[in-house]
């Protein structure tokens, strides 16, 4: 297990993939649930890189992609969180399972 | 870096990464999760380092620790009055995150290891010790100009977007010659009242 190749850095990304979903459908937070969308988003851009790192031809496009998975997320962040506010100003409760207002 | 000292860095920035990421999970204070996510977001940066994307790492550290985790400290701080969110309880739906966690674990590693298998260890095609950030320019410049430009334009509607909805008034709506002549310091319409039961049916 010296030889660390791609594969290693794959098993990471699946288990930071897996810990975002665990903590997405676990908490009642909605700055909570964006921590693990925020894990998922990492684990993805992870795999991108090591797929350009690990490739046949030099590329750097994986790092490309991966700095528009950063951008997103950072635009994301930014919506999301602003629309908890309102969640918060609105409804007074920041829990995804109470706003549920079009369902009744 | 000899195959030894790149073996131990990896560990432990994969160590890093993942360690956090469990106590995220079985914490429920919101804030500990917050600081708990700053280890984990240390970790990739370390392993895109590890991967030779020294401007990504840099980009991570940056964008992700400087910039969105400070963000959702302020998220918690201003909305820390909610009830529940300190000492929240710390699960729901524990069983099927736990059934969906574990299999898209197995499942992703079954994909990578099969992915990986048939060449071994691929060698690394990048020298490690070249900074990538010319040749990440030059791509954005050239092949990616028009992504670029579009993410841009995002970029510009989710700043517009979220400077609009984080508004501290409720009066969206109201054009402003309807509200020319009256006081509106406050909230027009008071907040709806909220119980367990949501609104009204």
């Known amino acids: 297990m010296i030889a660390v190749g791609a594969t290693h850095f794959l098993v990471v990304a699946a288990l930071l993939f897996a810990l975002g979903m665990g903590i997405i459908i676990t908490r009642r937070n909605a700055i909570a649930v964006l921590v693990g969308v925020e894990l998922v988003l990492n684990a993805a851009a992870l795999n991108f890189i090591t797929f350009s790192r690990y490739s046949t031809v030099p590329n750097v496009d994986g790092q490309v992609v991966a700095i528009f998975v950063i951008i997103l997320a950072a635009a994301e962040a930014a919506v999301a969180l602003a629309i908890v506010l309102n969640l918060y100003h609105v409804l007074d409760t920041v829990h995804v399972d109470e706003a549920d207002e079009l369902r009744d | ?201």
């Open chain 2, 1 to 201: 870096m000899s195959d030894a000292a790149f073996a131990l860095a990896f560990y432990a920035c994969a160590g890093l990464a993942v360690v956090p990421a469990v106590a995220i999970l079985l914490s429920s204070e919101i804030v500990r999760q917050a600081f708990w996510l700053l280890g984990t977001l240390t970790g990739v940066a370390g392993l895109y380092l590890l991967l030779g994307a020294d401007f990504l790492g840099l980009t991570q550290v940056l964008v992700y620790i400087g910039g969105i985790l400070i963000l959702m400290l302020f998220g918690v701080m201003l909305t820390q009055r909610a009830k529940g969110t300190y000492g929240q309880a710390p699960t729901t739906r524990a069983w099927p995150a736990g059934l969906i966690g574990i299999g898209a674990t197995l499942m992703l590693a079954l994909a990578a290891v099969a992915a990986t298998a048939g060449s071994g260890r691929l060698a690394p095609t990048l020298p490690a010790t070249t900074g990538t950030t010319r040749g990440i320019g030059e791509a954005l410049m050239s092949g990616y100009i028009l992504p670029f430009e579009m993410v841009s334009i995002v970029l510009l509607a989710a700043l517009v977007g979220a400077a609009f909805l984080a508004r501290r008034s409720t009066e969206v709506a109201a054009p402003p010659s309807l509200t020319a002549g009256a006081a509106t310091a406050g909230p027009a319409t008071p907040p709806a009242p909220a119980g367990p039961a949501g609104g009204q049916p």
